[in-house]
């Protein structure tokens, strides 16, 4: 099946400061999201990006499909931003769509 | 509040019993996922459901077992549970089989 794997895999941050998180994968895919863990386990939905770029707010994310890996940059980060922030696709297998997982991006961010 | 509705929130049993899962999907939403989520295997992908009817499966057990029922809710039965079914359990949905999926807050099972 696919593979998806994040970096890095920790990252420490000092409010107001800025970062990358990366997600490639190995093969394509139709459907890529990126999502936020709080540290009470609740998965909220930041990106929904098979391609192309979109920005909310601090955060915007790029997708480049035809080189298998998307960005998440956080900028002017925030306390509130701690947490584990996962890529997710979904790529074709045996007929269907199964979703996947990278391990995640662990974020702590210091006041 | 993605919308996506799971009970319990938390569930303590022991080694061996039997335990329901229950979803309800946002409104307007026809297809469910299961996922497991536990340290050493992070975000397992179980199981989907599109308006009733099995769609993909993932790294699901023998043991467990779902379904989706007409009003669309569904609901994820495990059983014969071991200490390493210890996991937080979530639900997920989305309009169509390929779209942007929203996540339950989760039920969190600990097997004793």
């Known amino acids: 099946g696919i593979q998806v794997e994040q970096s890095p895999p920790d990252l420490i941050l000092q409010e107001g400061a800025n970062s990358t998180l990366r997600c490639n994968f190995s093969?394509?895919?139709?459907?890529l999201q990126w999502f936020h863990q709080n540290p009470w386990g609740q998965l909220i939905n930041l990106f929904y990006?098979?391609?192309g770029t979109k920005q909310n707010g601090r955060l915007s994310a790029t997708t480049v499909a035809t080189e298998r890996y998307s960005l998440l940059y956080i900028s002017s980060s925030q306390t509130t931003d701690s947490g584990v922030y996962f890529c997710a696709v979904r790529a074709p297998s045996g007929g269907s769509y199964i979703p996947t997982f990278g391990r995640g991006t662990s974020l702590i961010v210091h006041p | 509040d993605s919308g996506v509705t799971q009970t319990p929130k938390h569930l303590i049993t022991a080694t061996g019993q039997r335990v329901t899962l229950r979803c309800s999907p946002r409104?307007?939403?026809?297809?469910v996922y299961w996922y497991q989520q536990s340290l050493d295997q992070g975000l397992q992908f179980l199981i989907q459901?599109?308006?009733?009817?099995?769609?993909a499966k993932g790294n699901i057990l023998e043991r467990f077992s779902a379904q989706q029922f007409p009003d669309l809710h569904s609901e994820l039965n495990l059983s014969s549970l071991e200490l390493g079914d210890s996991a937080l359990y979530f639900c997920?949905?989305?309009?169509?089989?390929?779209?942007?999926?929203?996540f339950g807050q989760g039920t969190r099972l600990t097997v004793v």
């Open positions: 997920a949905s989305s309009v169509g089989t390929e779209s942007e999926a929203f």
């Open positions: 409104s307007g939403d026809l297809s």
């Open positions: 459901y599109y308006n009733g009817e099995e769609r």
């Open positions: 990006i098979p391609s």
């Open positions: 093969d394509s895919v139709n459907n």
